[in-house]
């Protein structure tokens, strides 16, 4: 991958993250018929009670399996213990999977959940798909990555055998020289309903039609893999699944910007169609995109930014706001693979350019301390940043927007442009509160 002149950069890794068990609140709610059970100590049941907000009130789909000094000492069986915990989840919830997710305990105990997991699994008659999303080895979104890179050794086998000859029967009757439906095409990635079927749209209007996802709405929807069929990431934190679904299921991974902003999706697109002879209007409706948020992009362009990093969506974001106007100072994110983020990198470069804008330099496992000293001297428009570090600069005059907040909220696909940039000129407009004076169509929720 050429790169050239882009500069990486790896510091210390003591940074503010969220813990990757996290994963849970958004993946309960996406796999509707699935049970989250973490395996942790009370830290763990600490961070997911705070972290969670009211969602915990509303008997959600996880729980905790709270290890017990009898559990490290090794005086408990492992697998009775969680098996009676299994049993009562069956008998309470009855989900047709439990996802068991290892955390920094069980890692240290070396507790071996994937050797008891096929055990268990027998005995109560309900799949266990095992995940260890800890805060050892990952940050914050990689626990989705951890999940769903298990589930790929859950999905059922594509035969491309059998299916190819079903389509040189319906190439003889059709005589069609359309190629694109012998492609089975499985995006994977964890977005609510509606965002993935917008996506879905997107492309059955360039004639493609996906065949699955991963995760999908029910565990036993999983989609069929195998070697010809097509996959492709649509957030960028997901290089795991990736990988696992390269090397042990031989899909094709086809490597294309993350559809975040009308750019990445345009071009994210174009990748998908390249089967195809031709693209039906997508240059004209990303120029329509761009015209009707020129109210937004009117705010921040020639606004600088720094990304503290802690939650891997950082190149994708600061790609869209460079070509939105915006002049990034630095990325930091927790974990880069250069490999799976390649279309994303060099689509970044060539935004830089074509804006005419500096590269920023991008860190790697960043150190807080030396970022706030960075902000401090450089004085960027806007941070991006955790909560430990959002009041404390805004009180010394640097506007800050907390980075969870686009975990959490709908960025993906075209009809989420305004989303992004509703949260990203949020503080900018906050702090000259009469620019909303001037620009009268912006959301209401920033007159605060
Ligand atoms: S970092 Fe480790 S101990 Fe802390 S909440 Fe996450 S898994 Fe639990």
Same mark, same amino acid.
């Given at each position: 991958?050429?790169?050239?002149?882009?500069?990486?950069?790896?510091?210390?890794?003591?940074?503010?993250?969220?813990?990757?068990?996290?994963?849970?609140?958004?993946?309960?709610?996406?796999?509707?018929?699935?049970?989250?059970?973490?395996?942790?100590?009370?830290?763990?049941?600490?961070?997911?009670?705070?972290?969670?907000?009211?969602?915990?009130?509303?008997?959600?789909?996880?729980?905790?399996?709270?290890?017990?000094?009898?559990?490290?000492?090794?005086?408990?069986?492992?697998?009775?213990?969680?098996?009676?915990?299994?049993?009562?989840?069956?008998?309470?919830?009855?989900?047709?999977?439990?996802?068991?997710?290892?955390?920094?305990?069980?890692?240290?105990?070396?507790?071996?959940?994937?050797?008891?997991?096929?055990?268990?699994?027998?005995?109560?008659?309900?799949?266990?798909?095992?995940?260890?999303?800890?805060?050892?080895?990952?940050?914050?979104?990689?626990?989705?990555?951890?999940?769903?890179?298990?589930?790929?050794?859950?999905?059922?086998?594509?035969?491309?055998?059998?299916?190819?000859?079903?389509?040189?029967?319906?190439?003889?009757?059709?005589?069609?020289?359309?190629?694109?439906?012998?492609?089975?095409?499985?995006?994977?990635?964890?977005?609510?309903?509606?965002?993935?079927?917008?996506?879905?749209?997107?492309?059955?209007?360039?004639?493609?039609?996906?065949?699955?996802?991963?995760?999908?709405?029910?565990?036993?929807?999983?989609?069929?893999?195998?070697?010809?069929?097509?996959?492709?990431?649509?957030?960028?934190?997901?290089?795991?699944?990736?990988?696992?679904?390269?090397?042990?299921?031989?899909?094709?991974? =086809?490597?294309?910007?993350?559809? $975040?902003?009308?750019? @990445?999706?345009? /071009?994210?697109?174009?990748?998908?169609? #390249? +089967? %195809? &002879?031709?693209?039906?209007?997508?240059?004209?409706?990303?120029?329509?995109?761009?015209?009707?948020?020129?109210?937004?992009?009117? =705010?921040?362009?020639?606004?600088? $930014?720094?990304?503290? @990093?802690?939650? /891997?969506?950082?190149?994708?974001?600061? #790609? +869209? %706001? &460079?070509?939105?106007?915006?002049?990034?100072?630095?990325?930091?994110?927790?974990?880069?693979?250069?490999?799976?983020?390649?279309?994303?990198?060099?689509?970044?470069?060539?935004?830089?350019?074509?804006?005419?804008?500096?590269?920023?330099?991008?860190?790697?496992?960043?150190?807080?301390?030396?970022?706030?000293?960075?902000?401090?001297?450089?004085?960027?428009?806007?941070?991006?940043?955790?909560?430990?570090?959002?009041?404390?600069?805004?009180?010394?005059?640097?506007?800050?927007?907390?980075?969870?907040?686009?975990?959490?909220?709908?960025?993906?696909?075209?009809?989420?442009?305004?989303?992004?940039?509703?949260?990203?000129?949020?503080?900018?407009?906050?702090?000259?509160?009469?620019?909303?004076?001037?620009?009268?169509?912006?959301?209401?929720?920033?007159?605060?």
């Amino acid at each position: 991958m050429k790169t050239a002149g882009m500069s990486f950069e790896c510091e210390t890794g003591n940074y503010h993250t969220f813990c990757p068990i996290s994963c849970v609140a958004w993946l309960y709610q996406k796999i509707e018929d699935s049970f989250f059970l973490v395996v942790g100590t009370k830290t763990c049941g600490y961070f997911l009670q705070n972290a969670l907000g009211v969602t915990i009130f509303a008997e959600p789909r996880y729980a905790m399996a709270e290890l017990e000094e009898g559990d490290i000492s090794a005086q408990l069986n492992d697998q009775k213990e969680l098996e009676k915990i299994c049993l009562q989840i069956k008998n309470n919830r009855s989900p047709s999977v439990i996802v068991w997710i290892g955390t920094c305990t069980t890692e240290i105990v070396k507790m071996d959940l994937e050797g008891i997991a096929p055990k268990v699994e027998k005995q109560i008659g309900i799949p266990i798909v095992v995940a260890r999303a800890n805060g050892l080895d990952y940050a914050f979104t990689q626990g989705e990555d951890t999940v769903l890179a298990a589930m790929v050794h859950r999905c059922p086998e594509y035969d491309s055998l059998i299916e190819e000859e079903k389509s040189q029967q319906s190439e003889i009757h059709t005589n069609s020289k359309n190629k694109s439906t012998s492609h089975q095409l499985v995006l994977f990635g964890s977005l609510p309903s509606n965002v993935a079927s917008e996506l879905n749209l997107e492309l059955k209007r360039q004639s493609i039609s996906v065949s699955g996802w991963l995760p999908s709405q029910k565990y036993n929807e999983l989609p069929k893999l195998g070697y010809k069929v097509y996959v492709c990431g649509v957030n960028p934190f997901l290089s795991r699944t990736a990988t696992t679904l390269m090397r042990r299921r031989k899909c094709q991974l =086809i490597g294309a910007p993350f559809p $975040i902003g009308p750019d @990445g999706h345009m /071009l994210g697109l174009r990748k998908f169609v #390249r +089967f %195809l &002879i031709k693209t039906n209007g997508l240059k004209e409706r990303e120029n329509q995109l761009w015209k009707n948020v020129e109210d937004y992009t009117r =705010i921040i362009n020639g606004k600088s $930014i720094f990304f503290m @990093g802690d939650n /891997l969506l950082e190149i994708s974001l600061a #790609r +869209f %706001l &460079i070509r939105c106007g915006m002049i990034v100072y630095e990325i930091g994110i927790p974990y880069m693979d250069r490999r799976y983020q390649a279309a994303e990198l060099l689509l970044l470069q060539s935004t830089c350019k074509e804006m005419n804008s500096p590269l920023p330099r991008i860190v790697e496992k960043p150190d807080n301390y030396g970022q706030v000293q960075r902000i401090q001297e450089l004085k960027p428009h806007l941070a991006i940043t955790g909560m430990a570090h959002a009041n404390p600069l805004e009180a010394r005059d640097i506007d800050t927007k907390w980075s969870v907040e686009f975990t959490f909220a709908q960025i993906h696909g075209f009809s989420n442009v305004r989303a992004i940039l509703e949260l990203v000129t949020r503080p900018l407009r906050r702090s000259k509160g009469n620019l909303n004076l001037v620009f009268p169509s912006l959301s209401k929720q920033t007159k605060i």
